[in-house]
């Protein structure tokens, strides 16, 4: 087949022209881009393979140029002994360009990993050249944040009516609130209070070490119900929660206390039971006292009528007299039983509480006497005249002076004092002896029907059970503090029942309100 | 003792001791040879850019154009190894065409197949300029296009 050679001749010489043009011109584009960014890979592995492909350019193009140009002027001779040069060189080229080619995946892989730190590189620069420029700004901000939290806590602590309280694992105080000093009765920097663990705070070990075992087993502990000892000797029940503090650093652990005293309320809820049961046996008291007290009229009335009609100093004389005797005692009992449950109402006399508080004393004196005891008597002048039911208040005097008495046996001192309180528009009354006091398990029963210490025949046990009724009767309370060896204090508060109307200042209470 | 290598190393010394032929030292390398080196040559570029093309889809770099210009660029490259290769193969490893000059611009092509078409993909493929070209083309589009892409993020990068 003869065919013109021209067409081939022509895209031979124009195409390894273009290709020798074209191949640098990448060569010169991807030295730019090294330019721009030594650093990358991946225009370092495209100039190596456009170096390839142009010094493959150049030597294939080269070569069929010469050809071209040495078979037009008939030098076929020659090109046959520079062509091995060429194939060879051409050769060399293809597997220097495929070569490199091949390391594209490595290539690419390093480039990323290279871009990821350098990224996370450049972030880290970012950060440090943010906290660079602005650290003293953030350092005062966090100290004014840290200074206002600080201050917030500290104020919670300082503040809160309970105990907060910071101990070490042993129960060594490390720090505590001013609450915790006042619910214990310490001054803060008490030296008394200074070598002192929590753990001497508590009335029963026992307890402590309940506590204890909690927050070790289980780091904390609610709401448990403990007495803790008072600087004064007395109890004050609290509820302790507590947890356990693990410590970060190499300080060791510690132990946060919350302390709610609950005494105050324990109290109040005692004497709301010692009322409501002693309300229970003043019902029953009552209901039984009706039902005695009609019999026992009818005994006496007719015990009475026999006597009426039978000669003096005979036998049947004194038995009647005896019966007599008897039937009045239980009408008497009776009589204080109704007293107690305030079945009856109080008559409105119009009396001076010191007056009725003398008159009381001089009674005893002269009946029982009372030589050997120092009577001091301190009566407030401002007590004003009340409407009180003058021979029932005196007898609750009588009662608790004679109980006094009983209790400071043969040598002691009582005293009788008297208060008011215009703004709560109640009088006060204090009887306080040095006696042997009361014992505590029997604190809770003296007010109870019967309940008494003495011997059998002494007393009835209705004393205090008819004083409290009386002065409940009046819309008052009696409440007692004691302590065995050291003596008791029976404190009377009176509602003011004025007769006079101009003390309207004063808080007016009724009988029956 | 591993009973495998202890035959193995029974197998060598046998080998060297018993199996031995005159050795030359130096191999001849005959004319040939060089037209084998340079087709393997083509095959070794051709799957180089095969590998390349197949990287650059499976990294989804193609999705950015200046690199699949660059992927087109390896797809020329391979037409034009394939070209060459044919060349080659059918006017000097197999001889099957013979190319006389009949005057200055005027060639006679024969062939011992006596086909037509075989003539005639024979003179197409001479033109290997027309695959060769474009492939440097692409690449140089391919690299203009990601040097434009640098320079548009660098100027992204250095904006406040």
Partial sequence: MIVSSLPIWIIDMVGSILMIIFSFMCL????????????NV???????????????????????????????????GLWSSIRPYSGAINSLMFVFVASVTLFFERIWKIYRQVTKD????????????????????????????????????????EVSQDMILVTRLDGTILNMNPAGYDILGYEKGDGSFARKTFADFFLNDSEWQAVKGSIERHAFISNAEVSLKHKVEKQIRVLVSASRDVSFSDKEDTIHFFVRDIEQRRQIEEQIAQADKLASIGQLSAGIAHEINNPLGVILGYTQLLIRNEVADTEKFNDLKTIEKHVRNCKSIVEDLLNFARSSKPNEDVIRVDQALDDAINFIQQNAGLENIEVERRYQAAVPEMLLDEKKIKQVFINLIMNAKHAIGKEGSLSIATGFNPVEGQVIVKIADTGHGIEEKNLARIFDPFFTTKPTGEGTGLGLSVSYGIIKNHGGEIQVESKVGKGSTFTIVLPLISPHPRMKHAKVHSYHR | MDMTKFFQKLGLIVSVVFITEPALATQAHSAPEGLYAHQVAHIFFIVSMGILIYWLRERKLVQAVGWRYIQYS??????????????????????????????????????????????????????????????LLFLYFGLRRLLK????????TVQP
């Fill in chain 1, 118 to 157: 350098k990224q996370a590189l450049q972030g880290v620069r970012d950060e440090l050249l943010f906290l660079n420029q602005n650290l003293e700004r953030l350092v005062a901000e966090r100290t004014k944040e840290l200074a206002l939290s600080e201050h917030k806590y500290r104020r919670i602590f």
């Fill in chain 1, 42 to 76: 991946i225009w370092t592995y495209l100039f190596w393979v456009c170096l390839g492909l142009a010094g493959f350019a150049v030597s294939r193009s080269a070569g069929h140029i010469v050809k071209q140009i040495l078979f037009l002027s008939g030098n076929e």
């Fill in chain 2, 149 to 156: 892409d640098a320079e548009a993020l660098n100027s992204r």
């Fill in chain 2, 74 to 135: 390896a797809l020329f490259f391979i037409l034009w190894n394939v070209d060459a290769f044919f060349v080659h193969l059918v006017e000097e490893q197999l001889a099957l065409v013979d190319i006389q000059r009949m005057g200055l611009w005027e060639i006679n092509i024969t062939t011992s197949m006596k086909s037509q078409t075989l003539l005639g993909l024979y003179y197409a493929a001479k033109l290997d300029h027309l695959l060769c070209v474009p492939a």
């Fill in chain 1, 28 to 39: 010169s584009l991807v030295g730019t881009l090294r330019t721009r960014d030594t650093g």
